[in-house]
């Protein structure tokens, strides 16, 4: 069955320190990847999307992410942290093909310190 | 685009009674999802629709969860009987599925907010 795993519950950094978000799945073939954000009491939001080609994937709000066939992730980064970047990160994926069934990872919550 | 449009927002009911979430997808998808988000079990997939008709409801927690799309434009979950435990925040996405199965993305509601006390 496929999975998504982040391994990192919580993670702090210091305004404009760098960030990478961990994120590996299980699959039988290269599936579609997502990274979304979610602030507190809002909706998710769709960072940026992998769905072949260029590997490396940028998104909004300065974000990145990279696809690594090899290692079976998609690690979300960003080179200098915002206060406004406090939220939680989900990293998602569906299979290629088929009806697309969405599976979210367990969220990543980013604290931010000045 | 107005996106995926969710309503009530927040709702709060007593045990026992039926609960009814609405949700309009963005015109032209697809692919209808439903999901739920606790604190404990994070985001669920509950069901999905493509072309509105049911593809797979397993991740219905019980009995008492239903969805309905009668149509293209417009989704349903009822919970009845509500029960404390269901409390969470109910999510509906949409997409776009082509007949290659590529994507462009999902659209997610704001979500509602469902108490049951």
């Known amino acids: 069955a496929q999975s998504v795993t982040q391994p990192d519950i919580h993670i702090t950094v210091s305004e404009g320190a760098s960030l990478e978000l961990r994120c590996n799945y299980s699959y039988g073939a290269t599936p579609y990847l997502f990274w979304y954000v979610q602030s507190p009491g809002q909706g998710l939001q769709l960072l940026l999307k992998?769905?072949?080609?260029?590997?490396l994937v940028q998104g909004i709000k300065g974000f990145e992410a990279e696809f690594k066939r090899s290692q079976s992730s998609f690690n979300l980064r960003k080179p200098s942290v915002h206060w406004s970047d406090a939220a939680e990160y989900f990293c998602?994926?569906?299979?290629?093909?088929?009806?697309?069934?969405?599976?979210f990872g367990a969220g990543t919550r980013l604290a931010v310190h000045p | 685009d107005a996106g995926v449009i969710q309503s009530p927002r927040h709702e709060v009911t007593e045990m026992g009674q039926e609960v009814t979430l609405r949700c309009k997808p963005i015109?032209?998808?697809?692919?209808l999802f439903w999901y739920r988000q606790t604190m404990m079990r994070g985001l669920e997939l509950l069901i999905y629709?493509?072309?509105?008709?049911?593809?797979?409801d397993s991740g219905m927690p019980e009995d008492r969860f239903s969805a309905k799309m009668p149509n293209a434009s417009f989704s349903t979950l009822k919970i009845q009987p509500s029960e404390p435990r269901d409390s969470a925040v109910y999510f509906c996405a949409s997409v776009i599925i082509l007949r290659t199965g590529d994507n462009y993305g999902y659209t997610f509601g704001s979500g509602t907010r469902l108490t049951v006390v």
């Open positions: 629709f493509n072309n509105n008709v049911p593809i797979d």
């Open positions: 992998y769905f072949s080609g260029d590997t």
């Open positions: 998602a994926v569906a299979p290629a093909g088929g009806y697309n069934k969405l599976i």
């Open positions: 015109s032209g998808h697809n692919s």
